[in-house]
């Protein structure tokens, strides 16, 4: 062994499936954060104790705490779905939850100011982005042309 291959790292080729399921799992931090710290936002928790939603009108009531509970749901059971799902269901639903995230997020920056929400916002896109590739991408099996060995 010369002494270039002695110090050389193994870097392991990681299945598609454990990659999706950690950029979800990335992508969910970032959400829920970007959220827990609007709780340090007077307007938010004045809107709270008020019942509405800070800026957009909606009522904080049963229909839209259901409705964001199924937002939330959908995301939260991507990890799942990405490593347990068949290769062709799994890449269909990675492309297509995370390209609807990536617009809902990048539509809930319309009027915002506070810098830490348009970061965090952008990383989540950028992240939701990254998967929707990372799925498109999904490998394929190769197929062979040849006749197997024995064959005429």
């Known amino acids: 062994m010369n002494r ?34 609007g709780f340090y936002r007077a307007d938010v928790i004045k809107g709270v104790l008020a019942g509405e939603v800070s800026g957009t009108g909606f009522a904080v009531d049963q ?14 059971l991507m990890p799942v779905v990405s490593l347990l799902a068949r290769a062709r269901v799994n890449r269909i639903a990675n492309i297509v ?5 990536a617009v809902t997020a990048a539509t809930s920056l319309i009027g915002e100011s506070w810098v830490y929400y348009v970061a965090g916002t952008l990383i989540e896109t950028v992240l939701l982005l990254v ?10 099996a190769r197929r062979s042309t040849s006749l197997p060995a024995g064959a005429s």
């Open 4 to 37: 270039d291959q002695a110090g050389e790292l193994l870097d392991n080729k990681i299945d598609v499936k454990v990659v999706l399921c950690g950029l979800w799992v990335a992508t969910l931090f970032v959400f829920a954060y970007v959220d827990i710290f």
């Open 63 to 76: 229909r839209f705490l259901v409705l964001t509970t199924m937002y939330i749901v959908v995301a939260a």
């Open 97 to 101: 939850v995370s390209l609807f995230y």
């Open 131 to 140: 998967i929707t590739r990372v799925a498109w991408t999904w490998p394929t």
